[in-house]
């Protein structure tokens, strides 16, 4: 006999079988279709896997970001040099010492440091600077590396230059010989332009030199702001291994004189025909960043611009050679050092800068206002007349050379006698 049907209890839907639990009766109290129920079920299943992998993702991100680098990982290279014992060792990075402005102040720079017993020589290895410190106002800057050994400040290897950053990437080596034999310089794999004889350290001075590590500001064409310096005693590093360094930048030293160049040219003067030939032969040490130089060559009367003429460009290139002649037409009267009419020339290296405009990298005066030796080639072209007279000479600074001629606003000025 069956028991009577509970009058409080919910019938079942047809089709479904109505169990005990706090579940199915909420199931069957919801108005909505079958369908719809495994929608929304499916969705709420698929939002929380995003959750918990969104989630996931973070941690891993702050758990890389807190990770502090190995002591002294050594890692081998696979190749024996000399009697180099061959493995990297990369120091912690917060066991450096920093500048005396404080931690990361100045920024850091990767670099790497191996001495190969059998050719002799040290090569040193840029790989990367971080966290660098704009100089003035500016917020980035257009920095590279000037690499060289104390005893030997003269010489040096200069990297590419990196536009608008304070966190770049050099990828370049350089090598010191340290024989007393002539070599050539080398730049490793990806070396940079910046290339001048190899310099020689005798073996005794080892111990005592000091690598010199300073990054320039090369956003003005003919003065370069230093932005920090680094000096790593040699003597204090264990050479037998190969090296992968971290070290903090510290401030710059004084600032040097800056080397723009030099430059190459002939004077001739006819005083029969009162004409003035000057030709453009060739430059170097030029920076290595310049794009398309050339050169302008400008008269002078009165601290007045009078004539002027330009070569062609030259690309990709830091010793252009141009030979190229331009013939003035000048009165015998304006070419005595003596006479109060004399003319200055003016041979002044521009480029194009960082603003796609053209920007003076340094100028070389010739004439009654000179000194030096660029005086004595104006001197040697009037005692050897009609006889072109070849000589080089050191640009300066385009601002000390304006400076120094007090150049008024240009008009033009007739010939005497015209």
Same mark, same amino acid.
């Given at each position: /006999?069956?028991?009577?049907?509970?009058?409080?209890?919910?019938?079942?839907?047809?089709?479904?079988?109505?169990?005990?639990?706090?579940?199915?009766?909420?199931?069957?109290?919801?108005?909505?279709?079958?369908?719809?129920?495994?929608?929304?079920?499916?969705?709420?299943?698929?939002?929380?896997?995003?959750?918990?992998?969104?989630?996931?993702?973070?941690?891993?991100?702050?758990?890389?970001?807190?990770?502090?680098?190995?002591?002294?990982?050594?890692?081998?290279?696979?190749?024996?040099?000399?009697?180099?014992?061959?493995?990297?060792?990369?120091?912690?990075?917060?066991?450096?010492?920093?500048?005396?402005?404080?931690?990361?102040?100045?920024?850091?720079?990767?670099?790497?440091?191996?001495?190969?017993?059998?050719?002799?020589?040290?090569?040193?290895?840029?790989?990367?600077?971080?966290?660098?410190?704009?100089?003035?106002?500016?917020?980035?800057?257009?920095?590279?590396?000037?690499?060289?050994?104390?005893?030997?400040?003269?010489?040096?290897?200069?990297?590419?230059?990196?536009?608008?950053?304070?966190?770049?990437?050099?990828?370049?080596?350089?090598?010191?010989?340290?024989?007393?034999?002539?070599?050539?310089?080398?730049?490793?794999?990806?070396?940079?332009?910046?290339?001048?004889?190899?310099?020689?350290?005798?073996?005794?001075?080892?111990?005592?030199?000091?690598?010199?590590?300073?990054?320039?500001?090369?956003?003005?064409?003919?003065?370069?702001?230093?932005?920090?310096?680094?000096?790593?005693?040699?003597?204090?590093?264990?050479?037998?291994?190969?090296?992968?360094?971290?070290?903090?930048?510290?401030?710059?030293?004084?600032?040097?004189?800056?080397?723009?160049?030099?430059?190459?040219?002939?004077?001739?003067?006819?005083?029969?025909?009162?004409?003035?030939?000057?030709?453009?032969?060739?430059?170097?040490?030029?920076?290595?960043?310049?794009?398309?130089?050339?050169?302008?060559?400008?008269?002078?009367?009165?601290?007045?611009?009078?004539?002027?003429?330009?070569?062609?460009?030259?690309?990709?290139?830091?010793?252009?050679?141009?030979?190229?002649?331009?013939?003035?037409?000048?009165?015998?009267?304006?070419?005595?050092?003596?006479?109060?009419?004399?003319?200055?020339?003016?041979?002044?290296?521009?480029?194009?800068?960082?603003?796609?405009?053209?920007?003076?990298?340094?100028?070389?005066?010739?004439?009654?206002?000179?000194?030096?030796?660029?005086?004595?080639?104006?001197?040697? /072209?009037?005692?050897?007349?009609?006889?072109?007279?070849?000589?080089?000479?050191?640009?300066?600074?385009?601002?000390?050379?304006?400076?120094?001629?007090?150049?008024?606003?240009?008009?033009?000025?007739?010939?005497?006698?015209?």
């Amino acid at each position: /006999m069956g028991h009577p049907p509970d009058p409080y209890s919910v019938p079942a839907p047809v089709g479904t079988s109505a169990g005990p639990g706090l579940i199915p009766d909420l199931i069957t109290r919801i108005p909505w279709s079958r369908w719809a129920l495994v929608a929304a079920t499916v969705l709420a299943g698929v939002l929380l896997v995003s959750c918990l992998l969104c989630a996931s993702c973070c941690c891993r991100r702050r758990g890389r970001h807190r990770k502090k680098p190995r002591d002294k990982k050594a890692v081998g290279l696979g190749r024996a040099c000399g009697t180099t014992t061959t493995h990297l060792v990369q120091p912690d990075v917060d066991n450096v010492e920093s500048g005396p402005g404080g931690p990361q102040q100045w920024g850091r720079l990767q670099l790497s440091l191996e001495y190969d017993f059998g050719s002799q020589e040290i090569k040193v290895g840029l790989r990367q600077a971080a966290d660098l410190r704009p100089g003035g106002p500016r917020a980035t800057a257009d920095p590279y590396a000037r690499v060289s050994l104390s005893p030997l400040s003269g010489r040096s290897h200069e990297t590419k230059v990196h536009r608008s950053t304070l966190c770049l990437v050099f990828d370049e080596t350089c090598c010191f010989h340290v024989s007393l034999g002539s070599a050539g310089w080398g730049p490793g794999p990806g070396g940079g332009a910046g290339s001048h004889p190899c310099p020689q350290v005798p073996p005794d001075e080892l111990p005592q030199t000091a690598l010199r590590v300073q990054v320039l500001d090369g956003r003005s064409l003919s003065q370069h702001q230093p932005l920090a310096e680094l000096s790593l005693p040699l003597g204090a590093v264990d050479l037998q291994h190969v090296l992968e360094l971290w070290l903090q930048l510290g401030p710059p030293g004084a600032a040097e004189p800056e080397q723009v160049g030099e430059l190459c040219c002939s004077l001739r003067y006819v005083p029969g025909s009162g004409r003035l030939t000057v030709v453009v032969l060739e430059a170097r040490g030029l920076s290595p960043g310049l794009a398309e130089p050339y050169v302008k060559v400008q008269l002078l009367l009165k601290q007045r611009k009078w004539k002027k003429r330009k070569t062609s460009a030259r690309k990709g290139t830091a010793a252009p050679y141009f030979n190229e002649a331009f013939t003035f037409p000048v009165p015998f009267s304006q070419i005595q050092p003596a006479s109060p009419q004399s003319v200055d020339l003016v041979l002044a290296v521009w480029a194009r800068g960082p603003q796609f405009r053209p920007e003076p990298v340094g100028k070389v005066v010739l004439g009654a206002r000179a000194s030096g030796q660029p005086l004595q080639h104006w001197a040697d /072209m009037l005692a050897h007349a009609r006889r072109p007279v070849v000589q080089w000479h050191r640009l300066q600074p385009a601002r000390e050379v304006d400076r120094a001629l007090a150049l008024q606003p240009r008009w033009r000025l007739p010939l005497p006698g015209s």
